[in-house]
């Protein structure tokens, strides 16, 4: 495809190749564009309209809601809710599946999203974004039940994310590769700017939040020691880190440069009853599908995401994705350590 490609245009070109496609696909997907088109301006202007700052209500997480949080999901569910491609949809600020209202058709797929990633930079000028994830509904499924959502991220027919930086893009696989497309403003256009995107196998760069170091299990604990040793340690390389506490930003600088980021379990959120703070549905499933299409690797340290039975809507898992060579490097430190803990 050459430059200067719209992602409508690559969508329907790459549609042609799916037997009996019916065009719904490519449709929801433009809905979706326009739904992130809409959070990137919002995005944008918020200092200039009042609504950056907290909402000062809370989500099923417990977790206060920004204006943007609240903004952006009902921008999405407005977006989608009439189109008849979706039999219904669930995102992180909602408790529960959203039917579709009974005066719109009803369609053949479910759209799960984080409309609003990295919500502690928002007010602080840092990218964030949005990510979705789009299953098939079970046939004839008319008012889809949380269990009708939980489905392995194998079953994902498209995951995407919209990064709100510098620059807008859209980054997203239906499972033939990645692609990256940016917003040109002056045509209101996501153009092909970045084709068949790749993580390089191994890489010098980790991302993790190092403040919740004292928590951590000691594989994690090994891995992130050796990286920090550097070349007079077992790695004999130097390493660089990064953490820009938004995961979408983290996963673009993956794709873009390599990388690995981890947000494992660790102690702390162990005593909260918890399971990870990233969530499967909307976060490490779409992310995970991402990332394996573009050559790297996503698991949760013990065993691949995407092959996960999920057992509820807002699950949490640990999450370790990025260059295959470290991700496999970090699994082998927890079987090692299993290991030893099951021989123990
Ligand atoms: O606050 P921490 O521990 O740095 O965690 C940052 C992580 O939490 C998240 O912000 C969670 O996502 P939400 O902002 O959608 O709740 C991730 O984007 C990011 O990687």
Redesign the pocket.
């Given at each position: 495809m050459e430059h200067g490609t719209t992602l409508t245009q690559f969508i329907i070109e790459e549609q042609r190749q799916v037997p009996g496609a019916t065009g719904d696909f490519t449709s929801l997907l433009n809905d979706t564009l326009t739904a992130c088109k809409k959070i990137a301006c919002a995005v944008n202007r918020g200092g200039l309209i009042g609504i950056l700052g907290s909402a000062d209500t809370e989500n099923v997480q417990g977790?206060t809601q920004k204006k943007l949080d609240v903004i952006s999901n009902d921008v999405m569910v407005d977006a989608l809710e009439w189109t008849g491609h979706l039999a219904g949809m669930a995102s992180?600020e909602m408790d529960d599946p959203l039917p579709i209202p009974a005066e719109y058709p009803k369609g053949k797929y479910l759209m799960l999203f984080?409309p609003?990633?990295?919500?502690?930079n928002i007010d602080v000028n840092v990218s964030v974004g949005t990510i979705f994830s789009i299953l098939r509904a079970p046939e004839g499924c008319d008012n889809p039940t949380v269990e009708d959502f939980l489905q392995p991220g194998t079953q994902q027919v498209c995951a995407g994310y919209a990064i709100y930086g510098p620059a807008t893009m859209l980054v997203l696989t239906t499972g033939h590769g990645v692609n990256g497309f940016t917003l040109d403003r002056s045509i209101g256009e996501f153009i092909l700017s970045h084709p068949n995107m790749t993580i390089p196998e191994e890489t010098g760069e980790f991302a993790i939040?190092m403040s919740n170091q004292r928590f951590w299990e000691a594989p994690v604990k090994r891995y992130v020691d050796e990286c920090i040793a550097g070349s007079e340690g077992p790695r004999g390389r130097d390493f660089n880190m990064r953490w820009i506490?938004?995961?979408?930003a983290?996963v673009h600088r993956i794709l873009t440069r390599g990388g690995v980021f981890m947000?494992p379990i660790d102690e702390k959120i162990k005593a909260k009853g918890q399971d990870g703070?990233?969530r499967l549905m909307y976060?490490a499933n779409p992310m995970g599908f991402i990332v394996e299409q573009a050559g790297g690797a996503a698991s949760t340290g013990r065993e691949r995401i995407m092959e996960i039975q999920p057992n509820g809507l807002h699950q949490r898992v640990p999450v370790v994705l990025g260059s295959k060579n470290e991700v496999e490097r970090v699994e082998e430190y927890h079987r090692e350590a299993d290991g030893k803990q099951a021989v123990a």
């Open positions: 977790e992180e984080d609003l990633d990295g919500s502690s939040n506490a938004s995961m979408v983290e947000y703070k990233l976060e």
